[in-house]
């Protein structure tokens, strides 16, 4: 019988060991196009569970996440650039002394500065943001993300304004992007199932309660807003290393939104829902290229319909909303279906 603290663990390993195999036979098995695809899926994965963090399980509608991808894809990017590449790119303003002196070699260091850049603007936000609730929230966040793409427009001698950077060392890989899913994966639902996860609900389900029952509510949105921002930095990087390329127009309110889909049609509190949301939504609009071109149906040759796949795609994503109004999973994780109920007590 599996039951409680045991069935999530067991779950969770097997899917560790079927994990790691399918990372391993996909990078040594698949071709370029299918592996690019697992590596954009996995980036996704930890931008989504990491959002889902604070908009699903703390309950805060932050439309911010660009803006921290954004941070750690540049910060990330100008570290792995050495003095020479740098130089030749910036046409607009000579780069600055600190850019020049930011460089390594170290692609970990590398994500984990950019993760630090992330975590830091989100503590700086918090205090400003924080002070509202519910859409007030949302539009302050908002914000935030068009203030980052306009600040890496206008500030050339520092990302090289609207014409970005190009030539990035492409380091990731299945190996990076794969494992550092299942690193975030593992970080969300340990902070889920802590003490702090618990308070995060309760902020979610009713902050004022929470107050009243001694939680420090500003403490626990800014574990969950700086944890998120940490996330997404560090999938900024990885994002970033995997085009090869940055530039302000790939961090548009686009971004945001398609991350609010995936967490809303997995189900807003489950990371588990977060994960199949990325697979559905990332892999899913890949997978349906085929509608956009001639397709021959009974002998009859169709033309061919650009953007019939988004079309297709909208329409199963709204029976999908239809049918399960809390999203795929809801607040449930995987794990939660091999638990055993208690045998009710005889009076």
Known sequence: MIKGFAGRKGVQLLFYALTIWFLWF???????????????????????????????????????????????A????????????????????????????MHTKSFIIALLAGGAAATFAAMLLSFPVFRVRGDYLAIVTLG??????????????????????????DHTNLYWSG????????????????????????????????????????????????????????????????????????????LTFQLLIIIVLGGLGSTTGAIIGTILVIGGAEWLRFLDEPMNLFGWTSPALPGMRMVVFSIILILVMLFAREGIMGKKELFDYFKTKKPKEKK
Do not use: H
């Open 144 to 169: 935030f993300g068009f203030i980052i793409r306009i600040l890496a427009i206008n500030n050339p001698q520092i990302t090289n304004g609207s014409l970005g950077l190009n030539d990035i060392p």
């Open 74 to 101: 540049y910060v990330a990017t100008l570290f792995l650039l050495d003095s020479d590449a740098l130089e030749y790119q910036y046409y607009l303003e000579d780069p600055s002394s600190i850019v020049l002196l």
């Open 26 to 72: 996909a990078q040594t098995t698949l071709d370029d196009y299918s592996i690019r695809v697992l590596n954009n899926i996995a980036i996704f994965i930890i931008l989504a569970v990491s959002y889902n963090l604070i908009n699903g399980i703390t309950g805060q509608l932050s439309l911010e996440p660009n803006g921290f991808v954004a941070i750690g």
């Open 179 to 254: 494992g550092l899913a299942m690193v975030a994966v593992t970080v969300i639902l340990n902070i889920i199932y802590s003490k702090y996860g618990r308070a995060m609900k309760a902020v979610r389900d009713d902050e004022d309660t929470a107050i009243a029952m001694g939680v420090n509510t500003f403490k626990i949105k800014t574990i969950a807003f700086s944890t998120s921002a940490f996330m997404e930095g560090v999938g900024g990087g990885l994002l970033a290393c995997l085009l090869t390329s940055v530039s302000p127009d790939q961090f548009t309110f686009f």
